[in-house]
């Protein structure tokens, strides 16, 4: 007995301390110190980006990505694999426990044939056996593969929350830019509005010309024209403006439906302040969910390596089995059941080793490993795309400033030329030529200027997302909608799951028991 409980505590300190497989070590980057792109206006200075959206002041706009966090569909989903992941977390911790458990009970009829060979006369060839017990199964982790399974369904659930953050950077900023298209459709419909006025009052010019002698009727064709081309670009950008509204609409969980309440009427396209801080390269590793989330799938896979090494190994288990069973017959009755002399015991260890499988379970390890390296890399590279993403943001809000810039002096030049060709037309210095040419320049420079405007606004908004910024807004907030925690509590019983903001390894350990 002694040496059985030695070898027992042997097992439990070995089992203790072996766990094959790599430590996860998080990969190599390449790490950045400045940005390559260098300008007055984009500072490398520390920068506050849990609500980065309220930087342009437009009230709508706070209101449109606050209803969008709160009731977008996909994010919920996001949300409700976190739940899925604490899940698979609690059975993972629950397999270093007996994985088999089993309370069981019969009772059967028997008969035994009197012509069999083993038949003994004098017996009860009648009688009734009834029979209960408990039997278990351990299999002690003696190589570390349920712990490294642990870290595997540990890491995935971490993966799961950098999804969830992910999946929320990519909705404010979608939020933020389908607003921004609206506006700037709203801002074009209004130029167009206003062209159509000033052409119609060309048109009149040379219809009155025409009327009493003073031109041919080539200038009155021409400004009509001129007009019903203008005209034409009102319905494009009604349908464009119908359906920004409508992806808006369903960005915000619900059908597609009159916004007004939500965007206040038409307005203007937002401003970007005259600089922005964007910190430093290195904040990227800390602050982009998409990297954390490359680099958690690696821990999970580097932790999957140590389960496939495992199985090369003999697995140890304990097996014990406790029960009481009696018959009917001569000498016992179903009340002797529970009686001391029905008890029934067994227990003991043993072992099993796939040694003839030796190919499949090596190339498994191979399969795990690939698949390890495989993460790495793909952590490698989002970081590298993070970089480019923020670069080639900062440079094209810094470029489209500077458009915007000749945009302004082409529209007021523009303006003015359409000013001065109408007067002279009206006195016959010009031809009509020069009133068509006039207008379409201005309302080409007009429409310019309104889309360059919103792409800075947008440039600015893909500032913020290869920033990493707006995942904040889960902190100290449910994941998940009320209507769905309630749904699900109704449904099935997931005891603290629900109720905690983080998933914690003494709660874990609580549910799979």
Not at 205 to 214: L, P
Not at 221 to 243: M, R, S, Y
């Amino acid at each position: 007995m002694r040496i059985y409980i030695l070898g027992l505590q042997a097992v439990f300190l070995v089992s203790g301390c072996v766990k094959l497989g790599p430590d996860f070590v998080k990969p190599d980057a390449p790490v950045e110190n400045d940005w390559s792109y260098q300008d007055d206006e984009v500072l490398s200075q520390p920068v506050k980006l849990d609500d980065w959206w309220t930087v342009f002041n437009d009230p709508a706009l706070n209101r449109v990505v606050d209803m969008a966090w709160r009731q977008n569909l996909p994010l919920q989903v996001a949300g409700l694999r976190i739940y899925e992941a604490r899940a698979q977390l609690g059975i993972a911790v629950g397999l270093q426990f007996p994985q088999q458990q089993r309370l069981a009970g019969s009772a059967t009829t028997n008969r035994i044939s009197e012509n069999s060979p083993n038949f003994i006369p004098m017996t009860d060839k009648n009688f009734r056996n009834y029979q209960t017990g408990f039997d278990a199964a351990w299999e002690l982790d003696f190589w570390g593969r349920f712990r490294r399974g642990i870290e595997a369904a540990d890491a995935n659930l971490a993966t799961t929350v950098a999804d969830y953050d992910n999946a929320l950077v990519s909705l404010t900023a979608e939020a933020a830019r389908i607003y921004v298209t609206i506006r700037t459709l709203e801002e074009r419909l209004q130029i167009s509005y206003e062209n159509i006025r000033l052409q119609r009052e060309s048109l009149n010019i040379a219809s009155v010309r025409f009327k009493y002698g003073a031109t041919t009727e080539l200038d009155v064709a021409q400004a009509q024209t001129n007009l019903a081309e203008t005209q034409a670009l009102v319905p494009e950008i009604q349908k464009l403006l119908q359906q920004a509204k409508n992806a808006l609409s369903v960005l915000l969980g619900m059908p597609p439906s009159d916004l007004s309440q939500v965007l206040g009427g038409p307005g203007t396209i937002p401003v970007a302040p005259a600089e922005i801080m964007v910190g430093i390269p290195t904040e990227l590793l800390r602050r982009r969910p998409d990297i954390r989330q490359a680099e958690q799938l690696a821990a999970a896979r580097s932790a999957l390596i140590g389960v496939a090494r495992a199985d090369l190994f003999p697995s140890f288990s304990l097996l014990g089995t406790i029960g009481y069973q009696t018959s009917d017959t001569r000498e016992s009755s179903s009340g002797d059941l529970l009686d001391s002399d029905s008890l029934t015991l067994s227990a003991g260890p043993s072992f099993s080793w796939n040694i003839l499988n030796y190919g499949r379970l090596r190339n498994n390890v191979r399969v795990q490993d690939a698949r390890y390296q495989q993460t790495i890399v793909n952590y490698q590279d989002t970081v590298l795309n993070a970089y480019r993403e923020a670069e080639d943001a900062m440079v094209a809000f810094v470029q489209s400033r500077e458009e915007s810039r000749f945009r302004e002096t082409g529209t007021i030049s523009a303006k003015r030329s359409s000013v001065l060709s109408t007067i002279q037309y009206r006195e016959g210095a010009v031809d009509f030529q020069r009133v068509v040419d006039s207008d379409r320049a201005l309302a080409f420079q007009q429409g310019q200027w309104a889309n360059t405007r919103g792409d800075i606004a947008l440039n600015m908004i893909a500032i913020y997302k290869a920033l990493g910024g707006g995942w904040e807004l889960r902190e100290n907030n449910d994941v998940i909608s009320a209507e769905n925690r309630e749904a699900m509590q109704e449904r099935t019983n997931w005891g603290n799951l629900l109720d905690d903001p983080e998933e914690d390894e003494g709660n874990a350990d609580s549910q799979s028991r």
